[in-house]
Nanobody
Framework: VQLQAYGGGLVLPGGSLRLSCTTS????????GGWFRQAPGKAREFVAG??????ATSYADSVKGRFTVSRDSATVYLQMNSLKSEDTAVYYC?????????????????WGQGTLVTVSS
């Protein structure tokens, strides 16, 4: 399974972006999805996760109330609002062959290449 994450870019503080994660030739129907990020000089961290059904979601405390993870059978999305400079990072999507979401990178089976989000004036 090859994942493609896109939608990153340069945005002003307070702005919004929507990231998308898709795969070619396969659907995510029975896979849980997640987003992680890594800022320069920092460790990779969990951002948001969603179960296969979309009925369960989880967020890092730093993004709660600002980010929303959603999905359909072919794409996992991350809507990012009220962006802050500290949200600047490379964002990675991931999926796992499991119905339940996870906050742990190593519990995912497939990862995208990352898309850069820069929040700056």
């Amino acid at each position: 399974v090859q994942l493609q994450a896109y939608g990153g870019g340069l945005v002003l503080p307070g702005g919004s972006l929507r990231l998308s994660c898709t795969t070619s030739g396969r659907t995510f129907s029975l896979y849980a999805g997640g987003w992680f990020r890594q800022a320069p000089g920092k460790a990779r961290e969990f951002v948001a996760g969603i179960s296969w059904s979309g009925g369960a979601t989880s967020y890092a405390d730093s993004v709660k109330g600002r980010f929303t993870v959603s999905r359909d059978s072919a794409t996992v999305y991350l809507q990012m609002n009220s962006l802050k400079s500290e949200d600047t990072a490379v964002y990675y999507c991931a999926v796992r062959r499991n119905a339940a979401l996870s906050r742990v990178w190593d519990e995912y089976d497939y990862w995208g290449q990352g898309t850069l989000v820069t929040v700056s004036s």
